[in-house]
């Protein structure tokens, strides 16, 4: 095992030296990326409004002699009934010449906040069509030795996939299972890239 992993450092290691005299790169399209922001309007400035209060009773409760009808009897004792008015309460506020009952009242602004998906700027450079291109250096095709190719698909084999053998492999089987390590690691699926084969040295 340490034999192997020695041979695929040394393996990368003269590929980064080939880079070095040729750097290849491949261009992908990054997919849009998306936040959640809340958004706020601006605020106002507090106002004031006239408002109309609504008037409110009071029920007061007296007591009227009531006069009998007829012949007036002295030795007869007086009789009362209990009359109820409905009186209004003073006004607390401002009263207009109608005896309408106002009061000033302070209107606070309250801001509206809007919870939107916004798109994430692109962080790398936009191609003719509007599109999101991230250039990715990858491993150049002179630089893909027999033992190279070979340290990558036992790589692949020690991380889980199935890269199969063989130099016919490598352009199918091989690159579906780099695919598949790219995916699964969120790494960009833009060929041998060499950020999927420093990911492959620490598994």
Do not use: H, W
Request: hydrophobic share 35%; net charge positive.
């Amino acid at each position: 095992m340490r034999e192997f992993f020695f041979i695929l450092v040394l393996c990368v290691s003269s590929s980064f030296l080939n880079a070095q005299k040729k750097s290849c790169f491949e261009s992908v399209v990054v997919p849009d990326q998306y936040e959640i922001v809340q958004v706020q309007d601006p605020i106002q400035p507090s106002s004031t409004q006239r408002l109309l209060v609504p008037k409110t009773y009071r029920f007061d409760t007296t007591y009227v002699e009531q006069i009998p009808t007829g012949r007036p009897n002295p030795t007869a004792p007086k009789q009362y009934k209990m009359v109820i008015s409905r009186v209004p309460e003073p006004c607390l506020y401002e009263e207009d010449e109608e005896g309408n009952c106002y009061k000033t009242a302070d209107i606070l602004y309250t801001p509206k906040i809007e919870t939107k998906r916004q798109k994430i700027p692109c962080a790398y450079e936009l191609s003719a069509a509007g599109e999101c291109i991230r250039k990715l250096e990858v491993l150049c095709p002179e630089a893909i030795k027999c033992r190279t190719r070979k340290s990558i698909q036992t790589a692949l084999l020690t991380a889980g996939y199935q890269p199969g053998k063989g130099k016919k492999a490598f352009s199918t089987t091989t690159m579906a299972a780099l695919n598949s390590f790219q995916t699964d690691n969120n790494l960009p699926t833009a060929g041998i890239t060499m950020e999927s084969l420093k990911m492959l040295l620490k598994k």
